[in-house]
Antibody, heavy 119, light 107 residues
Framework: QVQLQESGPGLVKPSETLSLTCTVS??????????WGWIRQPPGKGLECIGT???????SYNPSLKSRVTISADTSKNQYSLNLRSVTAADTAIYYC???????????WGQGALVTVSS | DIQMTQSPSTLSASVGDRVTITCRAS??????LAWYQQKPGKAPKLLIY???SLESGVPSRFSGSGSGTEFTLTISSLQPDDLAIYYC?????????FGQGTKVEIE
């Protein structure tokens, strides 16, 4: 059974860095044809892809966030992480990690982590 | 960037009605399109992938069609449990974009 779980601070101060980790069980983040994403959803709004991490370690980022985002993997812990720098109140959202198997959509999601940006 | 546009943004229908949601891509995405259902307080749930393939365990009243830039999600007979927001998502590129969502209400 594949499970994803987000973890990290629920409150971040403006101008600081938001850091979240997604711990994956039941599947290897290095397995061929798997892509791992971070998606966020501001309260009451729609879904926005922040970026993706491929099984080979390559990353792609939403151009609107690219200058502030880093996604990285720790294969020894079967985790991948999100760092979003210089946050503002507009970055307040539920942050989801999710798995895409090539061509088959985002079949597995974490439960989501609410991160509030406030002083 | 590939933009996804859904319509309508809200629809209200009766139990048993046939419901259709449309999603348009700003450029061709072949069939690299998925549909998700999101209920309040929950993560999105995959319904359809590759435009028309039904995810395992999803009721057969859900179906998808289309290719290129025009796609539809159809609920053949609306049920009370289908009250939710529905999103399309393209995965043609290396990062993904979602439609703005369609809220389905039960009359």
């Amino acid at each position: 059974q594949v499970q994803l779980q987000e973890s990290g601070p629920g409150l971040v101060k403006p101008s600081e860095t938001l850091s979240l980790t997604c711990t994956v069980s039941g599947a290897s983040i290095s397995a061929t044809n798997y892509y791992w994403g971070w998606i966020r959803q501001p309260p009451g709004k729609g879904l926005e892809c922040i970026g993706t991490l491929s099984y080979s370690g390559s990353t792609s980022y939403n151009p609107s966030l690219k200058s502030r985002v880093t996604i990285s993997a720790d294969t020894s812990k079967n985790q991948y992480s999100l760092n979003l720098r210089s946050v503002t109140a507009a970055d307040t959202a539920i942050y989801y990690c999710a798995r895409h198997y090539y061509g088959l959509g985002l079949g597995y999601w974490g439960q989501g982590a609410l991160v509030t940006v406030s002083s | 960037d590939i933009q996804m546009t859904q319509s309508p943004s809200t629809l209200s229908a009766s139990v048993g009605d046939r419901v259709t949601i449309t999603c348009r891509a700003s450029e061709s995405i072949n069939s690299w399109l998925a549909w998700y259902q999101q209920k309040p307080g929950k993560a999105p749930k995959l319904l359809i992938y590759k435009a028309s393939s039904l995810e395992s365990g999803v009721p057969s009243r859900f179906s998808g069609s289309g290719s290129g830039t025009e796609f539809t999600l159809t609920i053949s007979s609306l049920q009370p449990d289908d009250l939710a927001i529905y999103y399309c998502q393209q995965y043609h590129g290396y990062w993904w974009t979602f439609g703005q969502g369609t809220k389905v209400e039960i009359e």
